[in-house]
């Protein structure tokens, strides 16, 4: 594989586009609105300049790499001849049904067509294309280039093929890739993920603990296992019969609606949208929401640099 079409240059579509271009790859960035092509670039290179600046790259890979990337409004042209594609447009599944049939049509018979999605069914996604054996999920995390994981989702008629090409290009970009061997919504990351969320929006709605509490009982407790101890270990850590212990007892006092939240509801009802507006489960002012962001960039580029 020697030339990536990327397409949506928005949040994480520029992110991926470094990645592959960092790594020698020929990157084919398009989108519908010039400016946003245009910011695209401006975030590829600061982000690179920083990872520089940190000794992570060398400061010539910054000017290498922006040079292996191409930008264009014209999907047909950036897609022609492209190996792998990666769709990152914002979660629809109207709208990537028909991207993908465009797709389809456009790309060569051996292209692999993956999409971004992090909650959305990838069989559905390739519903309305000619070759769905050749649409696979991959996942990355934002902010892209500093997450390792990329989860790399099986759709209904995914190829055995196409899902050992994927694995392999992410890995040859330094990647983590991981297989998820069914498509289920939420995929495996997110629907861990906002099963904690959900018990901890529960604990704050019925008075339990305050929000504050409740990150403080993440970032100085379990939080710091994490990253050397994911879940199924520590069980296995602690032992199978304590974990059942523990499941018969607590199981049953846990949140369980499939339901979004009615206190996460009212928020959004009144205009309280988190780090946005100022307020959310907690107040925010415009230094402490940018402070937020910058603790999570330092903490990333540090793992990030002990792992280089």
């Known amino acids: 594989m ?6 949506g240059a928005g949040l994480m579509g520029h992110g991926i586009a470094q990645i592959f271009g960092l790594e020698g790859f020929s990157v ?16 590829v290179r600061a982000n690179l300049t920083l990872l520089a600046e940190h000794d992570i790259i060398q400061t010539q890979d910054v000017t290498a790499a922006l040079a292996r990337i191409a930008t264009t409004t014209d999907m047909a042209q950036a897609v022609a001849d492209a190996d792998f594609v990666i769709e990152a447009v914002i ?29 959305i069914s990838i069989t559905q996604i390739a519903a309305l294309t000619k070759e769905p054996g050749r649409v696979v999920g991959t996942h990355f995390w934002n902010p892209p280039y500093l997450i390792p994981l990329v989860e790399v989702i099986r759709g209904e ?25 069914k498509d289920v919504p939420g995929f495996v990351g997110n629907r861990l993920q906002h099963a904690l969320w959900r018990e901890a929006v529960s604990i704050v709605e019925n008075g339990i603990a305050d929000a504050a ?20 270990e520590n069980a296995d850590l602690v032992g199978t019969d304590l974990t059942l212990a523990i499941h018969e007892y607590i199981l049953k006092h846990l949140e369980r609606s499939p339901d979004a939240s009615p206190l996460l509801k009212s928020l959004v009802d009144r205009g309280d949208l988190g780090f946005k507006s100022g307020r959310g489960f ?27």
Request: proline residues 4%; contains cysteine.
């Open 2 to 7: 020697k030339k990536v079409a990327v397409v």
């Open 28 to 43: 084919h960035l398009t989108d519908i609105k010039p400016e946003a092509l245009e910011s695209a670039v401006e975030n």
């Open 91 to 119: 979660e629809n599944l109207e709208l990537k049904q028909k991207l993908f049939q465009d797709l389809d049509a456009l790309c060569p018979a051996d292209t692999i067509l993956a999409t971004n999605t992090s909650v």
């Open 157 to 181: 008629h995914t190829t055995d093929g196409v899902m050992d090409r994927t694995f392999d290009i992410l890995q040859r970009v330094g990647k983590h890739p991981v297989r998820v061997n």
């Open 213 to 232: 509490t409740v990150d403080e009982c993440v970032k100085f407790g379990f939080g710091l296992r994490l990253p050397v101890l994911g879940p199924m």
């Open 282 to 308: 907690q107040q925010w002012s415009r230094q402490e929401a940018d402070d937020s962001h910058k603790r999570l960039k330092s903490y990333l580029l540090q793992v990030t640099s002990q792992s280089t």
